[in-house]
T-cell receptor
Framework: SQKIEQNSEALNIQEGKTATLTCNYTNYSPAYLQWYRQDPGRGPVFLLL?????KEKRKERLKVTFDTTLKQSLFHITASQPADSATYLC?????????????FGTGTKLQVIP | EAGVTQFPSHSVIEKGQTVTLRCDPISGHDNLYWYRRVMGKEIKFLLH????????ESGMPNNRFLAERTGGTYSTLKVQPAELEDSGVYFC???????????????FGPGTRLLVL
C-alpha cells in the first residue's frame, strides 16, 4: 500500500535560518503533491501544490521541490520566523486525473527559536 | 467570507451512544470532504460529496458511520453506536467544482474533537 513518510516528527531551527522538511513516498505515482500548515486546534491550511511535471514551486519565502524519481519532496522556509512554528503536512494527490482524494503524511512539527 | 465551520468543536460521549457532527462548507462549494485523525496517526480520508451525491465513501470505517448532505449544502456525519476507537478529530473540507480536472484547493474546518469513553 502507499506510504508517506515525513522526515521527523519535530524539527527545531534558529530564527533566520532555512528550514527544510522532507516528504518521501512509496508505492505510488501521484499526479501532484501538496503542503499544508496546521496550527494547534485548527484544520490544515493549504500552502502549495506542485504537479508531477514540475520540479520546483515558490511562494514568497516558501519553496517546494518534487523529484518523482526519488519519490521525494522538499519543503523549504527561508528566513524562518517564530510565526512559522507549526506542523507541516505533506499530502499526495491521486494518480487519476480529476479526482481530489488526498493522502496525508503524519506531519513534521517545526519550532523556530528566536 | 466565512470559512468552513464545524459543530460541535468538542464532544465527549459514552460507548454505545450516538453522535452527530455537522459541517457547513464555504458557500458555493459543491465538493465536501470528511477526514479523520486518530491520535498519533495521519489524517485519513473518509468520504467525498459532490453536491448531495456521494462521490467516494471508500474511507468510511464501517456501517456505524453515516454521512448525509441533503440539499447539497451542509453535511452531517453520524456515528451510531460509537465505539472507543472512533475517538479522534473529524475534519471537514470543501472546495469549488470547476470541472476542469485540475486540483481545486480544499479549505478545512477547525475539526470536531470526539472522545468516546
Amino acid at each position: 500500500s502507499q506510504k508517506i513518510e515525513q522526515n521527523s516528527e519535530a524539527l527545531n531551527i534558529q530564527e533566520g535560518k532555512t528550514a527544510t522538511l522532507t516528504c518521501n513516498y512509496t508505492n505510488y505515482s501521484p499526479a501532484y503533491l501538496q503542503w499544508y500548515r496546521q496550527d494547534p486546534g485548527r484544520g490544515p491550511v493549504f500552502l502549495l501544490l506542485i504537479r508531477e511535471n514540475e520540479k520546483e514551486k515558490r511562494k514568497e519565502r516558501l519553496k517546494v521541490t518534487f523529484d518523482t524519481t526519488l519519490k521525494q519532496s522538499l519543503f523549504h522556509i527561508t528566513a524562518s520566523q517564530p510565526a512559522d512554528s507549526a506542523t507541516y503536512l505533506c499530502a499526495l494527490g491521486p494518480n487519476s486525473g480529476g479526482y481530489q482524494k488526498v493522502t496525508f503524511g503524519t506531519g513534521t512539527k517545526l519550532q523556530v527559536i528566536p | 467570507e466565512a470559512g468552513v465551520t464545524q459543530f460541535p468543536s468538542h464532544s465527549v460521549i459514552e460507548k454505545g451512544q450516538t453522535v452527530t457532527l455537522r459541517c457547513d462548507p464555504i458557500s458555493g462549494h459543491d465538493n465536501l470532504y470528511w477526514y479523520r485523525r486518530v491520535m498519533g496517526k495521519e489524517i485519513k480520508f473518509l468520504l467525498h460529496f459532490v453536491k448531495e451525491s456521494k462521490q467516494d465513501e471508500s474511507g468510511m470505517p464501517n456501517n456505524r458511520f453515516l454521512a448525509e448532505r441533503t440539499g447539497g449544502t451542509y453535511s452531517t456525519l453520524k456515528v451510531q453506536p460509537a465505539e472507543l476507537e472512533d475517538s479522534g478529530v473529524y475534519f471537514c473540507a470543501s472546495s469549488q467544482y470547476t470541472g476542469t480536472g485540475n486540483q481545486e484547493t480544499q479549505y478545512f474546518g477547525p475539526g470536531t474533537r470526539l472522545l468516546v469513553l
